[in-house]
Nanobody, 122 residues
Framework: VQLQASGGGLVQAGGSLKLSCAASGRTFSGYVMGWFRQAPGKEREFVATITGSGSSTYADSVKDRFTISRDNAKNTVYLQMSSLNPEDTAVYYC?????????????????WGKGTQVTVSS
């Protein structure tokens, strides 16, 4: 499956952004989807994951601020980000893997989008 992330940009602290990740292929619902991010000089970190049936899990750092969702009919996964702060600045990546359970480990995912930059100004 090929992934294309979009929706990044520059936003002030406290603002919101919605990322989208469009996937190719006809078996999208069979993939667990994840969002990860990588800030300059830091390792890639888990943000959120959602199974094909819609079960979602979040990193503690984004819980109650970010919402992951998916539309299997449109082969798209979303990440609604609210109450953004400068620590959320990073390149955000979407990823896909064949599983029916939530997956937090980046090493599991074998399909990655190119990433979209999110910059939060203070």
């Amino acid at each position: 499956v090929q992934l294309q992330a979009s929706g990044g940009g520059l936003v002030q602290a406290g603002g919101s952004l919605k990322l989208s990740c469009a996937a190719s292929g006809r078996t999208f619902s069979g993939y667990v989807m994840g969002w990860f991010r990588q800030a300059p000089g830091k390792e890639r970190e888990f943000v959120a994951t959602i199974t094909g049936s819609g079960s979602s899990t979040y990193a503690d750092s984004v819980k109650d601020r970010f919402t992951i969702s998916r539309d299997n009919a449109k082969n798209t996964v979303y990440l609604q980000m609210s109450s953004l702060n400068p620590e959320d600045t990073a390149v955000y990546y979407c990823a896909a893997g064949r599983a029916t359970r939530p997956v937090f480990n980046a090493a599991f995912y074998n399909n990655w989008g190119k990433g979209t930059q999110v910059t939060v100004s203070s």
